[in-house]
């Protein structure tokens, strides 16, 4: 059973969990913005994206880019709790594990530390 929440109450618990990221970390997250979609058209049960260019990976290049772009899911991430507490939880994780692409964090290195 997934829960029903207000677009703005989910627009408020990512922004919370953005809140959760320790400031030395929140001040070198560099050209990224942080967008709630409904889902993702091409894959429609992922809660969450990073498109960019990972800091890790920026050279002289990137000067001028836009920025990238971090993508959190609200349907699916509803979808698949069944209490608020979860949905915070499950938003949370969601947006440390995209904020740790930006940083060059893979899936498999995020796996191991348990932010699957």
Known sequence: MSVIMTEDHFDDLVSDALDLIPA?????????VVLVEPRNEEEPGILGLYQGVALTERDSFYAGSLPD???IYRE????????????????AITVIHEIAHHFGIDDDRLHELGWG
């Open 69 to 71: 772009t971090i993508s």
């Open 76 to 91: 699916p991430l509803l979808a698949m709790c069944e209490t608020e507490d979860e949905v915070v939880e499950e938003v």
């Open 24 to 32: 030395p970390l929140a001040r070198a997250i560099d050209n990224v």
